[in-house]
């Protein structure tokens, strides 16, 4: 089965930095496209950023641009999103999610809570 | 950025009923249009992409139509698991924009 989980996840002080894990399993994690998205409390679905199978292509929303970084290393399976000087309004539950040219968004982890407070 | 309208935000509804739900872009995806479900404390589930592509697993009474800027999630009979939010998402360009979620809730 397709499994994606999320981790490192935590309060951090505004301005620090974090660095979030996903761990995929049950696929070809080297064959999929990957993203991360995250819901604040209460509120909606916002994609943060985008990583192509190769690392080759990377894209960012531009509210998290020049803070944060994603990466992936193919040979563990993994996926990482490390975030800097990070904000109150970036508190929000952080979500992978597999994406592919022909099915977007198809299998999502559970989420890691980041919770940016003083 | 394309942006991501739904409509209406919260919508009331029995269970049995026939609803439809509306997404609009500001620009033309080219049928890059996805629906997800997700229920409290859960993580989105999706239901229909390339605009009317049922997922894998996904019941019959969940249909997508529209084209060009303007897009509908149909479900034929709610069921009671049915009730949940439901948000829409290009993925025409790089940007995969959401739209801001319909919830369902029972009347």
């Known amino acids: 089965d397709v499994q994606l989980v999320e981790s490192g996840g935590r309060l951090v002080q505004p301005g620090g930095s974090l660095r979030l894990s996903c761990a995929a399993s049950?696929?070809?994690?080297?064959?999929?496209?990957m993203n991360w998205v995250r819901q604040a409390p209460g509120k909606g679905l916002e994609w943060l950023s985008y990583?192509?199978?190769?690392?080759?292509?990377?894209y960012y929303a531009d509210s998290v641009k020049g803070r944060f970084t994603i990466s992936r290393d193919n040979a563990k399976n993994s996926l990482y999103l490390q975030m800097n000087s990070l904000r109150a309004e970036d508190t929000a539950l952080y979500y992978c999610?597999?994406?592919?040219?022909?099915?977007?968004?198809?299998?999502w982890g559970r989420g890691t809570l980041v919770t940016v407070s003083s | 950025e394309i942006m991501m309208t739904q409509s209406p935000a919260t919508l009331s509804v029995s269970p049995g009923e026939r609803v439809t739900l509306s997404c609009r872009a500001s620009?033309?995806?080219?049928?890059?249009l996805a629906w997800y479900q997700q229920k409290p404390g859960q993580a989105p589930r999706l239901l229909i992409y390339?605009?009317?592509t049922r997922a894998t697993g996904i019941p019959a009474r969940f249909s997508g139509s529209g084209s060009g800027t303007e897009f509908t999630l149909t479900i034929s009979s709610l069921q009671s698991v049915d009730f949940a939010v439901y948000y829409c998402?290009?993925?025409?360009?790089?940007?995969?924009?959401f739209g801001q979620g319909t919830k369902l809730e029972i009347k």
């Open positions: 049950g696929f070809s994690f080297s064959s999929y496209e």
């Open positions: 999610a597999r994406d592919s040219d022909s099915t977007p968004f198809d299998y």
């Open positions: 990583i192509s199978s190769t690392s080759r292509t990377i």
């Open positions: 998402q290009q993925y025409s360009i790089w940007e995969r924009t």
């Open positions: 620009q033309s995806i080219y049928g890059k």
């Open positions: 390339a605009a009317s």
